[in-house]
């Protein structure tokens, strides 16, 4: 099913922030982008509440957490960024 029988695996999002906007960016083609804001500094789990990426957010809290995902594909990283 996969390449030499190895699941592809989703590249990180790139992640900017300017004046509590953040705007990601995916480079892997048709995959989606999750985060999720918090207070807390916490290791999210896929079930933790992530919300769909599609316009730049403005964010009132500590801490987003971003990733990037494709079906058939595994999960990039979560990078976490401290605001």
Known sequence: MW???????TLKPEVFVSNNVVTVKSSTLGSSIGYI???EDFDPSLDDGWKLYH???????RYIYVLSTRLGFEDSDIIKIKL
Not at 3 to 9: A, E, I, L, S, W
Not at 55 to 61: A, L, M, R, S, W
């Open 55 to 61: 316009e730049p957010v403005i964010v009132n809290k």
């Open 3 to 9: 390449p030499k029988g190895v699941q592809p695996k």
């Open 37 to 39: 804001l918090s207070d």
